[in-house]
């Protein structure tokens, strides 16, 4: 069997607008309404806080194992936005669909769901990371969703399952797994446009390019996603 066997590739829309047959649970269309449009362009840090603690208790994972990571305006580079640790360091690492699985997901407009992450190529470098109140622990099993608008990429959203001291197996995501994602999507949608307008223009300032200055086209892409935006 080969590594890529272990790979599960939903098929899935990943359009927002999307008509779904079935109402949103009450859970959710509370969610839908306290991160508003308004918190997500004003109070982005307690909407990050909603949604995370939303995820983690629909997949039975802790906090630190659910991760937002916004593509600049510029589309070159993936932004830690959660976990909190990540965050406070800056993180952020280029946008290329064979170093990570976020970007592979991007790439592909699909989510992905690895049970064997150990086995696969990853960017293993942030699980070393030092998180508060515990030592750091290599993912397990992951699922990544990516997200869209107008047929733009905008971001990803990773839910883990991480081997902690003591731990030896970690239950497996599965396909019906992605389900719980689509439901939250336009939510999750808002939310990272309102980062990447308000808070990624800067640090595409702060954390140019290698030479220095933003093409010429990707002047015109990041100013096109800002009018899409607005």
């Avoid at 309404?33 to 307690?46: A, F, M």
């Avoid at 909407?47 to 593509?71: H, M, N, R, S, Y």
């Amino acid at each position: 069997m080969s590594l890529n066997s272990s790979l599960t590739q939903p098929v899935v829309s990943t359009n927002p607008t999307a008509p779904t047959s079935k109402r949103p649970p009450a859970q959710v269309q509370f969610l839908d309404r306290v991160v508003s449009p308004t918190l997500c362009r004003q109070n982005q840090d307690k909407a990050i806080a909603l949604l995370t603690g939303f995820l983690a208790q629909t997949f039975g994972v802790e906090k630190d194992e659910v991760t937002f990571l916004v593509l600049d305006g510029a589309g070159r580079e993936l932004h830690f936005f959660a976990p909190e640790h990540l965050l406070k360091i800056g993180s952020r690492f280029a946008f290329d669909r064979l170093q990570s699985l976020a970007g592979k997901a991007l790439w592909d407009r699909k989510p992905y769901i690895e049970n064997h992450v150990p086995l696969i190529n990853h960017l293993a470098v942030f699980e070393r990371a030092k998180q508060p109140g515990g030592a750091p622990a290599k993912i397990d099993k992951m699922i990544t969703f990516p997200l869209y608008v107008q047929n733009s990429p905008l971001g990803v959203v990773q839910i883990s399952r991480k081997l902690r001291t003591g731990m030896a197996f970690r239950e497996n995501f599965q396909a019906r797994d992605v389900e719980k994602l689509l439901m939250i999507e336009s939510i999750l949608v808002r939310l990272f446009l309102g980062i990447r307008s308000t808070r990624l223009t800067k640090a595409v300032t702060e954390f140019p390019d290698i030479d220095g200055s933003l093409k010429a086209e990707d002047r015109r892409i990041a100013l096109k996603l800002k009018r899409a935006e607005s």
